[in-house]
């Protein structure tokens, strides 16, 4: 029976590596086809993966340990006598200096990925070239569903409503290719906007007014969701973020805002 626990212990570390191994093939790690659509979200995948491999690595390590403690447990002689033991300081030191040091090389190799994350000056775009995210709505979060707000075509967002803003509800038009900004407030609860393929989530918080930054690569309309069981309507949060060239975001602004502004009367046709 000893033997069989060893072997089990063995294999389910076999396995779960081999499952790691494949599961990019088979689409199992990332939302949406399994590759980030922003700039920062390939940053965030590649900090995920050298995580795992740092886990795996240890995982296997531990496992392979175990196996070999109860294989010995399992095969040895009556006659062999156990080994009393009162711990070994030098050990004690390796273990605790090993991990100490793989979280100190963690936190320090993922400070550009966080400062690109949460320091306004620090992001770049796709090309690596530093740039300001050019704020495009504010987002409010409400029970149960997302209130957007533009500023006119060609004017600059305001901190307050304008006369000619355009509204939306639960679809977010951005024009796509370059980072991105949009201030996330919420009108009762909290909540929180995940965009999963652009790997972004942050919570929305009462009285605040959040920036929240990203770039879209593609041109194409991608799940947005809301990440804070905020209520019985937690479901229904389930909106979209469209992403389009320049001159298509620009065209649904002047559309947007013709359907939002029609009176319904049609204007005189003139006489000839
Ligand atoms: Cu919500």
Same mark, same amino acid.
């Given at each position: 029976m000893g033997k069989l626990w060893s072997l089990f212990f063995v294999f389910s570390a076999v396995i779960a590596v081999a499952l790691c191994w494949f599961a990019p093939d088979w689409n %199992? %790690?990332?939302? &949406?086809? &399994? !590759?980030? /659509?922003?700039t920062l979200g390939g940053k965030i995948d590649d900090l995920f993966h050298l995580i795992l491999i740092i886990v795996a690595v240890t995982f296997i390590g531990t496992q392979a340990a175990l196996g070999y403690v109860l294989w010995r447990g399992a095969t040895i002689k009556p006659e062999e006598k156990a080994l009393f033991s009162h711990g070994s300081h030098s050990l004690e030191v390796i273990w605790t200096i090993v991990p100490s040091a793989v979280l100190l090389f963690i936190a320090l190799y993922q400070l550009d990925v966080w400062a690109q994350f949460r320091? !306004? =000056?620090a992001i770049r775009d796709s090309h690596g070239k530093m740039v300001r995210p050019e704020p495009v709505a504010e987002l409010t979060a409400r029970q149960f569903e997302w209130r957007i707000r533009y500023p006119a075509k060609g004017k600059p967002l305001q901190p307050k409503p304008q006369p000619d803003d355009i509204y939306s509800v639960n679809e977010l038009h951005i024009p796509s290719g370059r980072p991105v900004e949009v201030t996330l407030r919420t009108d009762d609860v909290q909540h929180a906007i995940f965009i999963p393929e652009l790997r972004i989530k942050q919570d929305a918080v009462a009285s605040l007014k959040i920036p929240v930054w990203f770039d879209a690569l593609d041109n194409r309309d991608y799940e947005m969701l809301c990440a804070?069981?905020? =209520?019985? &309507? /937690?479901? !229904?949060?389930k909106a979209k973020v469209v992403a389009r060239s320049d001159e298509d975001f620009d065209a649904w602004k002047e559309q947007a805002s013709a359907e939002q502004f029609d009176d319904g009367f049609r204007k005189p046709v003139e006489a000839k």
């Open positions: %199992w %790690w990332f939302p &949406g086809d &399994g !590759k980030a /659509h922003s320091i !306004k =000056g804070e069981l905020c =209520g019985w &309507g /937690h479901y !229904k949060m």
